[in-house]
């Protein structure tokens, strides 16, 4: 059992949506021996997330509209050339990226930059990431890509890797 103390300090930081402190906090402050491992840390501070939302101390954020992805890829300085969805992870586990690519030298690429538009979480998310992002790209005029929405690879391309992002790469 995890001091009221540290449960309520683990509990602020997830609130706070930092995750990674709070698996720290657990691990280290818990007095659970052995001491958690990370996967597990990470487990158990799901769960408290998953308490907090059943208890309204975090609200989970309202799914974002085609017409609010729209909105945010009008106020981009340079003119979208393709929309792409891509599965990524990070500490609060495996998503979809629903993004606007446009021309222009990035950490990721030296041609190419990109907008996230849009996260989606969960195991069933590639088939709604699929239809907001076909919906966005035809609204803008350009293509969709996903290179792989029936498996959960990581290793899949991006767009700006494939044959059709080279003749774009020339500005």
Not at 77 to 99: F, H, K, N, Q, T
Not at 120 to 140: P, T
Not at 156 to 164: G, K, L
Request: glycine residues 8%; proline residues 8%; aromatic residues 8%.
């Amino acid at each position: 059992m995890t001091p009221a103390s540290v449960r309520d300090e683990i509990d602020e930081l997830v609130c706070q949506r930092r995750v990674v402190l709070a698996i720290v906090a657990l691990r280290d402050k818990s007095g659970i021996k052995p001491k958690p491992s990370i996967p597990l840390g990470k487990e158990l501070v799901a769960y408290r997330y998953g308490v907090l939302i059943e208890q309204g101390r975090v609200t989970v954020p309202p799914e974002t509209t085609v017409e609010e992805m729209l909105a945010e890829a009008t106020t981009l300085g340079e003119p979208p050339v393709v929309v792409e969805a891509y599965r990524d992870g990070d500490s609060w586990g495996w998503m979809i990226c629903l993004s606007v690519i446009v021309r222009g030298p990035s950490r990721h690429h030296d041609a190419f930059d990109e907008v996230c538009l849009a996260v989606f979480r969960g195991d069933d998310q590639g088939e709604e990431a699929a239809s907001k992002g076909q919906a966005v790209a035809e609204r803008l005029g350009v293509p969709f890509f996903f290179a792989d929405p029936e498996n959960g690879e990581l290793e899949s391309p991006r767009w700006w890797d494939t044959p059709d992002a080279g003749h774009l790469a020339i500005t």
